[in-house]
């Protein structure tokens, strides 16, 4: 088989180019991850999403991989849309709003938030990175890193805080467009509220302010690290100081991704990252999402239980409306796609159901499957490789399940084999078949056994119910249903005994 080529937008050269990691087969790569002050929502999760199906694209054609992303648990301030942002720390004011009220502390409120992002994380099928820094945990790192730049001319002290000096990095700006001379400088400069700032763009390394709710003593006082130099810092800790990709959503090409370009480079000389991939933003019903237009939506919200205030939707379902559209491209979240979604997963449920029982069969027959399910998986491989062509990939799939579904009960033993191995290779790829780690989403984050106690429960019910059933209690077996019911869960009757899956769609209107 010809050795596959994966290409892909680069954002620093504006060109679509064929990603060759410096280490030969072996893609090593960051991703932006969250700031933990508040639940993850979906617009997060789509820009999440797109770096883990790099990784699974690169998995597929036999490449080892070293995936990292970063916790925000500090440092990230309210106004970050220029380089040198303001406000107040993301982390401080979560906990003076009415929801952070009920966490002691800061560090309480960083756990709990980050523990909640990890419940979402597995609910979407996500794989889990290589490493998972947070920024609390590399503040040392953070300090050296700064004292670097400052002995190398590229950052100076003030009485306020240690900035990065933009006009030592000739370079900057080669990212995002956006350089000295963009008449967006004086707009900045509006906002600068520290008099001894050398340029209005040079952006803060470390913030002096004992008074902060999370301090570190540095050289330059009792204080905390910018938002940009975290990322660098965890990116080169874990990658080194020159790596093949950085991901993120297209809000962090500048200021953040730019910023972190300068420092990295200036600390060490050498290209921070080679390969730049953004994801653009989401919009919910062709409008943008906000709290104040009623169309702002977290992972768990969707995906909890109606009981519970949530719309029942099942995560695999979410997860395909989320990479329905090509990164590339703004995408129109609406509910009708995602009823649409709903029904997509409950077809590869049913393949995969009618591939496992026709390989219990065991009966003969001749193999019609296994030619047309591997020339739908190349169409399927050879769409993500070129430049994460979702709606492509997603296309071939949705094929290959009714091309299952077409062959009826009386699947047999090898085609169903076929059709069992092409299902996993395209979960592999895509991660839409079925979960790929056990998870209860709505579960507190504490519960790793959720999903095993919630089928005992479920199976238990299910004994009950036939037990009803066999000594002619209708009246009990059919309250044992609706309990099913209210628990989302859809049984199924059937000459081999009774079957059950959670509920795929809910209310969500």
């Known amino acids: 088989m010809p050795e596959k080529i994966f290409r892909m937008y680069n954002s620093l050269t504006r060109s679509t180019e064929t990603v ?68 107040e720390d993301r982390m401080t004011k979560a906990l003076r709003s009415k929801e952070g009220e009920r966490f002691a502390n800061i560090w309480d409120l960083a756990r709990y938030y980050t523990n909640t992002l990890l419940s979402d994380w597995q609910a979407l099928n996500l794989r889990e990175p290589d490493a998972r820094p947070r920024a609390t945990d590399h503040v040392a790192q953070q300090i050296r890193d700064v004292a670097r730049l400052l002995e190398k001319g590229h950052a100076y002290e003030t009485a306020q805080g240690v900035y990065f000096s933009v006009t030592s990095f000739p370079e900057y700006g080669k990212l995002s467009g956006n350089v000295l001379s963009n008449p967006l400088d004086e707009g900045v400069r509006d906002v600068v509220q520290d008099p001894e700032k050398r340029d209005a ?44 990709l950085h991901t993120g959503g297209e809000d962090n090409k500048f200021p953040h991704h730019e910023c972190e370009i300068a420092q990295a480079e200036c600390l060490t000389g050498k290209p ?21 237009a009623g169309n702002f939506f977290t992972v768990r919200e969707l995906v909890g239980s109606e009981s519970k205030g949530g ?122 078949v079925r979960q790929e780690t056990l998870h209860e989403a709505m579960q507190s984050p504490e519960s790793n056994a959720a999903e095993h106690m919630f089928s005992r429960q479920v199976e238990e019910l299910l004994r009950q119910r036939a037990e009803a059933r066999a000594q002619r209690d209708f009246q009990r077996a059919d309250a044992i249903r609706d309990q099913l019911d209210e628990m989302n869960v859809e049984i199924m009757d059937t000459p081999e005994g009774t079957r059950w899956r959670r509920k795929i769609t809910g209310h969500v209107s």
Request: with cysteine; hydrophobic share 40%; net charge negative.
């Open 272 to 292: 921070f990252a080679r390969y730049w991939l953004h994801t653009r933003f989401l919009q919910v019903e062709g409008e943008k999402m906000a709290k104040s």
């Open 20 to 87: 060759e990691p410096a280490q030969a087969g072996h893609l090593r790569f960051y991703a932006c991850g969250p700031t933990v002050y508040s639940y993850a929502h979906i617009g997060n999760f789509r820009s999440f999403l797109t770096a883990v199906l790099v990784l699974r694209t690169a998995q597929a054609i036999g490449w080892k991989t070293t995936y990292v992303t970063n916790i925000t648990d500090v440092g990230h301030l309210t106004e970050d849309d220029i380089a040198d942002a303001e406000g």
């Open 201 to 244: 763009r040079d952006f803060a390394l470390w913030k002096k302010d004992p008074g902060h709710l999370m301090v570190w003593h540095s050289p330059w006082g009792w204080g905390f690290p910018g938002w940009h130099i975290e990322c660098s810092t965890m990116a080169q800790a874990y990658l080194g100081p020159s790596f093949d």
């Open 311 to 432: 719309h029942g939707i099942h995560p695999l379902a979410l997860r395909l409306a989320l990479i329905s559209g090509q990164y590339r491209k703004p995408l129109n979240f609406t509910f009708d796609q995602l009823q649409a979604c709903a029904k997509h997963i409950q077809r590869f449920e049913e393949a995969m159901d009618l591939a496992e029982q026709g390989i219990a069969r065991s009966a003969s027959g001749k193999n019609h499957l296994a030619e047309p399910l591997e020339g739908l998986y190349d169409r399927a491989l050879d769409a993500m490789l070129d430049d994460l062509n979702t709606p492509e990939a997603i296309a071939a799939a949705i094929e290959g399940a009714k091309l299952i579904l077409r062959s009826g009960q009386e699947l047999s033993e090898s085609p169903a084999q076929s059709a069992k191995t092409w299902l996993d290779n395209i979960n592999s790829l895509l991660g839409i």
